[in-house]
């Protein structure tokens, strides 16, 4: 193809042909450097995401113990007729509760079978229950999110 050519004619393919080599080369480069700026992107948003799900269980942890307190200061409270300090324990109560289920807290159920994902069974007694029954708990177990932040210390039926 390039014999009836004359010389400058043939260099000027030559030449073509490698600088469109070197565009194939420089768009390839291009296309693979997008691909992976992109995959880390994903990645820093997905370590982003996390760092965040864990701040907010340090502190829910934190304060998870602060809720133990209030609810066995209410239980004295109503012991003692206390009503002004009942209800004013009562509304901080209410409103870390309210602020720890805004950062996703939920109380883990305990009603029925003991289920050892969730619960801690630290006793068992004879009872009137099926076997296995949460009967009593003893602290309140908590998740965050789908994580168990706290499992629920209970006492089962022994049947």
Same mark, same amino acid.
């Given at each position: 193809?390039?014999?009836?050519?004359?010389?400058?004619?043939?260099?000027?393919?030559?030449?073509?042909?490698?600088?469109?080599?070197?565009?194939?080369?420089?768009?390839?480069?291009?296309?693979?450097?997008? $691909? =992976?700026?992109?995959?880390?992107? %994903?990645?820093?948003?997905?370590?982003?995401?996390? /760092?965040? *799900?864990?701040? @907010? !269980?340090?502190?829910?942890?934190?304060?998870?113990?602060?809720?133990?307190?209030?609810?066995?200061?209410?239980?004295?409270?109503?012991?003692?007729?206390?009503?002004?300090?009942?209800?004013?324990?009562?509304?901080?109560?209410?409103?870390?509760?309210?602020?720890?289920?805004?950062?996703?807290? $939920? =109380?883990?159920?305990?009603?029925? %079978?003991?289920?050892?994902?969730?619960?801690?069974? /630290?006793? *068992?007694?004879? @009872? !009137?229950?099926?076997?296995?029954?949460?009967?009593?708990?003893?602290?309140?177990?908590?998740?965050?999110?789908?994580?168990?932040?706290?499992?629920?210390?209970?006492?089962?039926?022994?049947?």
């Amino acid at each position: 193809m390039t014999d009836n050519l004359p010389e400058e004619e043939v260099e000027t393919v030559d030449e073509l042909a490698a600088v469109l080599k070197e565009r194939d080369d420089y768009l390839d480069a291009l296309q693979r450097l997008k $691909a =992976e700026f992109d995959n880390y992107r %994903k990645r820093v948003a997905r370590e982003e995401a996390v /760092l965040a *799900s864990r701040a @907010s !269980e340090r502190l829910v942890r934190e304060l998870v113990p602060v809720l133990d307190d209030l609810e066995r200061a209410l239980e004295f409270a109503a012991a003692h007729e206390e009503a002004q300090l009942e209800d004013g324990v009562r509304l901080v109560h209410r409103a870390l509760a309210d602020a720890l289920t805004k950062e996703g807290l $939920a =109380e883990i159920a305990t009603d029925g %079978k003991f289920d050892p994902h969730t619960q801690e069974a /630290l006793l *068992s007694q004879p @009872s !009137e229950a099926e076997e296995g029954t949460v009967i009593q708990v003893l602290q309140k177990g908590y998740l965050l999110g789908d994580r168990v932040l706290r499992p629920a210390r209970v006492v089962i039926s022994s049947g």
